[in-house]
């Protein structure tokens, strides 16, 4: 076997309309829809491989992980074997196939692979009936969207390779798989006042892939007890849960959290990159408030020391929670388009430390990828130093700050034509003269339009315009509107309402957010029609 030329095999195909790039950061579809169509997956690990430069592609080492959700496995052994006959020199795969996003990201710095390719439908459910996906991250440890090479070729290459889950191919050539502990770096921080909490605190938390990672972050070297992390063992199926760590789904962990026993709650998403916090007596954390509040305690975390707060970053549609620590603290903040990819080019420039979306990704630039684990340690290391609560951590940052109050309606499996024409007249509505200065009366509130347009991002490093990233209606108390379609959402179409409002007064600081922002959903209601034109009664999630 010693060095000989594995031949590869030539398989004709054709491409998939649906693969071209939409914008989004990789593909997800049904599970069933990659077992049944013929070369569904092949076409766009090509693509993925193709979008690599042929210098750059030769004999570079590639990182190879996934969630462990079920159609994983035969999906690894179709990038094994095509990336041997891509010219890969060297693959980096995770034990038993699995690694998280935020570790792939890590593991590609860490050696200098030219990328990695993360078998993942992140939050979404597992199992036959679920869904699947691929995702590509490129040498920065950051995710690519892959513009058009989709559809550009009409065969796929393959090196027939048997076992190699099994040997160990340490002379054989292309490729190398190695096989690589899933639970690398998180050294971003001191953690004695941590260790120290643990044996305080009562914590628990929810996961489904995330086991390995917690017992031995968190179990084996922080000395959390070893019953305080459920779903440990990674399954196909995720056990029937749907992976997604928000109050709609990570109920298991909310009921556990409000019986009072336990002082810290945590859940993670599939692959890792999302985290939800909950306190005691299943307080709920907001992400964005999660996102202000780890930047206003970034004093805490010994790795900001070294290097210093440059920036901060949101998406657009993330609450404005962030924007006033980061103008008390002097330091700029970045709005881009939702997706953790916009922050790449920030982090890269040094101009960005700690940035966040409020769909439940927080990260700093210690890697290219949201962290859920690195932000959990983080809390952790809040608390520790605090010596207090998660409700008297976010509660005094409210009296200090003000309450961003915050929700988002998702509106899922829509008919995409429908989801478009309701987009496009609304866009023509708010962006007309007319909408401007505009006063809407909802009970007892009256909100006046102030400003509203389709927001445009202008990357500040290299000065790429991205246009069309959600329609905004700002009004002039500094509450917001913002409607956007998702651009990770299925063949079905996702929109989603996020609404925001400001309130000052610690003395209205406990109150339900739904119920605060009632009159701002009903004006959202009122002007895009969403509920006349789509025949529902609802949305479908509510965070
Ligand atoms: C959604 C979220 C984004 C997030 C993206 C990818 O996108 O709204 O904030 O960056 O998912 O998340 P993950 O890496 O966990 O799959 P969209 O376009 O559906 O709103």
Not at 308 to 313: E, K, L
Not at 358 to 372: A, P
């Amino acid at each position: 076997m010693e060095g000989s030329p594995i031949p590869v095999l030539t398989v004709q195909t054709a491409p998939y309309e649906d693969q071209r790039p939409t914008g989004g950061g990789g593909l997800r579809r049904p599970t069933g829809l990659f077992e049944s169509q013929r070369n569904y997956l092949p076409n766009f690990v090509q693509s993925v491989l193709s979008s690599i430069d042929l210098r750059d592609r030769q004999g570079c080492t590639m990182v190879v992980g996934s969630d462990g959700r079920y159609f994983s496995r035969t999906a690894i052994d179709v990038v094994v074997q095509m990336a041997a006959a891509n010219g890969i020199g060297r693959l980096v795969i995770g034990q038993n196939g699995i690694l998280s996003t935020p570790a792939v990201s890590c593991i590609i710095r860490k050696i200098k692979a030219a990328g990695g390719i993360i078998l993942t439908a992140s939050h979404c459910p597992g199992g036959p009936g679920g869904e699947f996906g691929v995702k590509f991250n490129v040498a920065n440890g950051g995710g690519f969207c892959l513009h058009s090479c989709c559809c550009n070729f009409s065969s796929l290459e393959w090196c027939l390779l048997e076992h190699f889950w099994e040997v160990n191919f340490p002379h054989h050539h292309p490729p190398l798989p190695s096989i690589f502990s899933c639970t690398p770096f998180h050294g971003t921080n001191d953690f004695t006042s941590v260790k120290q909490l643990l044996y305080l605190l009562l914590f628990l938390l929810i996961l489904f892939f995330m086991g390995p990672y917690v017992r031995r972050v968190l179990c084996d070297e922080l000395g959390a007890p070893a019953n305080s992390a459920i779903n440990c063992i990674p399954l196909e199926d995720f056990g029937g849960q749907r992976p997604d760590p928000n109050l709609t789904y990570a109920t298991t962990l909310l009921e556990a959290m409000r019986g009072g026993e336990y002082g810290f709650g945590a859940a993670f998403d599939a692959d890792g990159d999302r985290y939800m916090i909950l306190g005691q007596n299943g307080f709920f954390v907001n992400p964005s408030d999660s996102l202000a509040i780890i930047a206003a305690n970034l004093p805490c975390i010994p790795y900001f020391h070294q290097i210093g707060i440059r920036g901060f970053g949101r998406s657009m549609p993330t609450s404005t929670a962030l924007d006033r620590v980061a103008k008390s603290m002097k330091v700029p903040v970045y709005e881009t388009p939702a997706g953790w990819r916009w922050f790449s080019n920030l982090m890269d420039s040094g101009r960005c430390s700690l940035c966040g979306e409020e769909s439940f990704g927080t990260g700093s630039d210690h890697i290219r990828e949201k962290d859920g684990l690195w932000a959990v340690l983080v809390w952790l290391s809040i608390m520790a130093a605090r010596k207090q609560s998660v409700e008297e951590i976010v509660t005094e940052h409210w009296t200090k700050f003000g309450r961003h109050y915050y929700c988002r309606f998702d509106y899922e499996a829509l008919d995409p034509r429908t989801a478009y024409f309701i987009m496009r007249d609304l866009e023509a509505l708010i962006t007309d003269k007319s909408f401007s200065n505009q006063q809407f009366a909802v009970g007892n509130n009256v909100y006046t339009v102030l400003k509203t347009d389709s927001f445009e991002y202008v990357d500040p490093v290299d000065g790429t315009v991205t246009k069309r990233q959600g329609l905004r209606i700002i009004f002039s108390d500094t509450s917001r509107l913002i409607f956007r379609l998702s651009a990770s959402s299925n063949v079905r179409a996702t929109l989603r309402i996020y609404a925001e409002s400001y309130e000052k007064d610690p003395s209205k600081h406990n109150m339900e957010p739904q119920a605060v922002l009632s009159p701002l959903i009903a004006i959202a209601l009122k002007i895009s029609q969403i509920h006349e034109r789509t025949s529902r009664k609802g949305p479908t999630v509510i965070t």
